[in-house]
């Protein structure tokens, strides 16, 4: 092993140690409230407040909503990144140009309905994959995960689902607020 993995797999071991077993049924109850909250949203949005520009200059409001059920579908990919402790996610310089085409492009004939579909299809494999968690993995973790380069564990990627959703409902409601 190399020293990064020697280090990295003591702090595992030494936290896994030291910290309890996150409670599985919260977590769940966390991802249902965010989905069921995601739902709302949606389902109170008309067809001109789909349209409206939010205060991200780069998305309208419908671009938002895709991008939050197509950026659930990647929650499963970051908890398997945690559990090898190898991130494969590009640095924020790409990343972030290519959240933006990808969610222009991505958006383009999305409707309440399809992103509701598609979020509640990233939700099912987000709960699988909670149950697919073992005792001793809630602590692994990687850095950098994502645009923000933060330590992340199979247990904060868990929450990140909620934060996500709120950062972006946040600048939607302010959205809708200014008009």
Not at 48 to 62: E, H, I, L, T, Y
Not at 144 to 158: I, N, Q, R, W
Request: net charge positive; charged share 25%.
């Amino acid at each position: 092993m190399r020293r990064k993995e020697v280090v990295m797999a003591s702090i595992t071991s030494d936290s896994a140690s030291a910290t309890a077993v996150p409670d599985r049924e919260v977590i769940r109850a966390e991802l249902e409230a965010t989905r069921s909250a995601y739902h709302r949203l949606v389902n109170s949005l008309s067809a001109a407040d789909w349209k409206k520009k939010s205060s991200n200059p780069a998305w309208r409001v419908g671009q938002l909503v895709w991008h939050l059920a197509w950026g659930a579908g990647y929650f499963p990919r970051g908890v398997e990144e945690c559990r090898k402790g190898k991130s494969r996610t590009p640095p924020a310089w790409i990343l972030n140009p290519l959240n933006m085409l990808i969610t222009k492009f991505g958006s383009r004939g999305a409707t309440p309905q399809s992103v509701l579909e598609k979020y509640d299809a990233a939700h099912a494999r987000i709960v699988t994959c909670l149950e697919s968690v073992r005792d001793d993995e809630w602590h692994k973790g990687v850095k950098p995960l994502g645009a923000f380069g933060a330590y992340k564990t199979v247990e904060s990627v868990f929450h990140s689902v909620t934060l996500h959703f709120r950062e972006h409902e946040a600048v939607i409601v302010e959205a809708l607020r200014r008009c």
